[in-house]
């Protein structure tokens, strides 16, 4: 179970008690800054899994839109944020270095944007290997009940090689 909880048989998935942490929290965590940090809020995490709440693909501002739409495969950003996020929760609260994607797989859209879902984006991630030079996660990212995008990404840790 994620700490934190969450709710079972409602709210579309969404945790049901308050974030664990605020956005001021993930913007310590996440390398990406300013309106470039996806996440609003982190509502749950364990050693292997990482649920995190997003509320800017609502935003006319949020600088992944294209001619005024947020294409749904900008998801994956989403996700790859909340992998950085619990990178850093698992190194005590400490940033980490930022990784580089190396790879997605089996990565399966089941909508064509973001940005007209009214309520928000729920983040899931879970850590499928870890080592010194790069993680393997499988995501899926969430909203209005249903799952929007889901699938594998790896990621190369710099000087790691």
């Not at 609502?58 to 900008?74: F, I, K, Q, S, T």
């Amino acid at each position: 179970m994620l700490s934190g909880g969450e709710a079972r048989g409602g709210g579309a998935g969404i945790p049901a008690v308050p974030p664990l942490l605020g956005r001021a929290a993930v913007q310590r965590l996440v390398p990406h800054q300013g309106a470039m940090c996806l996440l609003d809020a982190i509502a749950a995490w364990d050693a292997e899994r990482i649920a995190a709440l997003a509320l800017s693909h609502r935003d006319p501002r949020n600088p992944l839109r294209r001619d005024g739409a947020l294409p749904a495969v900008c998801g994956v950003e989403y996700a790859l944020q909340a992998m950085a996020a619990h990178g850093a929760l698992r190194a005590s609260g400490r940033a980490q270095p930022a990784g580089y994607l190396s790879s997605l797989r089996g990565v399966e859209l089941a909508a064509e944007r973001l940005d007209d879902l009214a309520g928000p984006l729920l983040v899931r991630a879970e850590a499928l290997a870890t080592e010194a030079r790069g993680f393997i996660y499988r995501f899926a990212v969430e909203g209005g009940g249903r799952r929007l995008l889901a699938g594998q990404a790896a990621i190369l840790l710099p000087g790691k090689e």
